[in-house]
């Protein structure tokens, strides 16, 4: 057994705690996870069910933690994970799971099957077996402070043209603001106009921002990659800024696992509770729009529909924000097929769309929202979520479907009037 290999069985054998061993225990293989997962849907092949992706892990438990597999084990009738096996399994773990979490909530039983997958990208990791499109990511993430590369003069360079084509100063380091702005490196890079529409927002509403020079960047790839340990340094890097400029409230950006991360994971993974809180950006959007700060005019008259980023809506139970949003400034708003908390998964989260290889199976999936998109034909596609936004594209560019996507902050910025954002000031 290679030293990695070692590793990597060796992290799986402390993952597994006493929810993976009564999630094991307690799955009755009724395969209904199976029907919640589009990459089964769409391919009918049976090792993309979500249960059958574990079997690494499954085998571990068993023969280490179950008096009967410990005596296979013994007496040499075990099958023990490989170094190979894992190495093949990267498809399923990675590249044919987006940790979208459809497969656990129609678990009879009540199995996590995401928080599985998780444990089990632990000992991937561990044992050098993730795709080496996360690896980069994650390992520029960490260097750099971006998946992507990005650092602080490009973003000081996208926050020039804002305030140019704004005419709104973009806050740097502003301490004692209300709230701390986090972007994705999609958003710096692909999307510069979520952050003019921030600052055209925060305007009108009369609300005190910021954004930090050492903590700008808020997607997790230690999550996705499945590495506590970089999580944490993630997740720590946006916590000390946000704790050095005392603000009140850290804005996750239109980015899925980077809300899960630092909403959810984030005082887990730093040993303590946060001296602020966390919100992602329709949270706040939607607020504003209770309080009666978020005034807009005119109505988009192009049929519209959402998509629901996994993240926010079914692990994050963001759900009626997004369509009071929608229905305050679309005169023409329809729900996809089982849109919400059973919305169906773009095929490219939890860091499946940096994985090159993957691309033929992703395009596969996509099939899934196609199907959805048919069924109501809109005019444009809106969603919250950066990644979501690309994957869509690239989606739809692929099946020639003529179908604009857009940003739902962007779109709500859009219907603000520059006199009424003049005296929001």
């Not at 089990?120 to 990511?137: F, T, Y």
């Not at 499945?226 to 800024?241: C, E, H, M, Q």
């Not at 303590?272 to 988009?300: C, D, S, Y």
């Not at 604009?404 to 902050?409: A, D, R, S």
Request: aromatic content about 6%; glycine content about 8%.
């Amino acid at each position: 057994m290679s030293a990695t290999l070692e590793k990597g069985v060796r992290v799986l054998k402390e993952v597994i705690d006493a929810p993976i061993a009564s999630y094991f225990n307690s799955c009755v293989h009724c395969g209904l996870c199976a029907e919640a997962c589009l990459f089964y849907t769409e391919t009918g092949d049976p090792k993309y069910t979500p249960i059958h992706k574990l079997e690494p892990l499954r085998r571990v438990y068993e023969q280490e933690y179950t008096w009967l597999g410990r005596l296979a084990k013994a007496v040499g009738l075990a099958k023990p994970v490989t170094d190979a096996e894992l190495h093949e399994w990267q498809e399923l773990v990675y590249n044919s799971c987006t940790l979208c979490g459809r497969c656990s909530v129609v678990c009879p039983v009540g199995n996590d099957i995401v928080y599985m997958v998780r444990k089990l990208r632990e000992g991937m990791s561990a044992s050098g077996n993730a795709p080496d499109g996360i690896k980069g990511a994650a390992n520029r993430t960490v260097t750099i402070g971006s998946p992507m590369g990005v650092k602080l003069p490009a973003v000081k360079a996208q926050m020039k043209h804002v305030e140019e084509d704004y005419g709104i100063p973009i806050p740097l380091d502003a301490e004692g603001a209300e709230y701390m702005v986090m972007l994705s490196s999609m958003e710096i890079i692909n999307f510069p106009e979520y952050l003019g529409a921030i600052a055209k927002i925060m305007r009108q509403a009369g609300k005190t921002w910021t954004l930090c020079s050492t903590a700008f960047e808020a997607t997790n790839a230690g999550m996705q990659i499945g590495n506590s340990d970089l999580a944490r340094v993630i997740v720590s890097r946006i916590v000390d800024g946000a704790e050095r400029l005392k603000v009140k409230c850290v804005i996750s950006p239109e980015c899925g696992h980077a809300y899960t991360a630092l909403r959810w994971e984030g005082a887990n993974l730093i040993g303590r509770p946060f001296t602020f809180q966390v919100k992602h950006i329709i949270e706040v959007l939607g607020e504003f729009q209770e309080q009666g700060l978020l005034k807009t005019e005119g109505m988009e008259t192009d049929r519209l529909t959402f998509h629901d980023p996994c993240q926010l809506a079914r692990r994050g139970g963001v759900i009626q924000q997004q369509r009071r949003l929608m229905k305050q400034i679309a005169a023409d708003f329809v729900e996809m097929p089982d849109a919400g908390f059973m919305n169906w998964c773009c095929g490219g989260g939890g860091g499946a769309s940096a994985i090159e290889e993957g691309e033929e199976l992703r395009l596969e999936a996509f099939k899934k929202k196609k199907s959805q998109l048919e069924a109501v034909k809109p005019d444009r596609l809106v969603t919250a979520c950066a990644n979501c936004r690309i994957v869509l594209e690239e989606g739809l560019e692929h099946y020639q479907m003529d179908i604009p996507v857009i940003g739902l902050t962007e779109t709500i910025a859009e219907h603000i009037p520059d006199s009424v954002d003049k005296e929001g000031a």
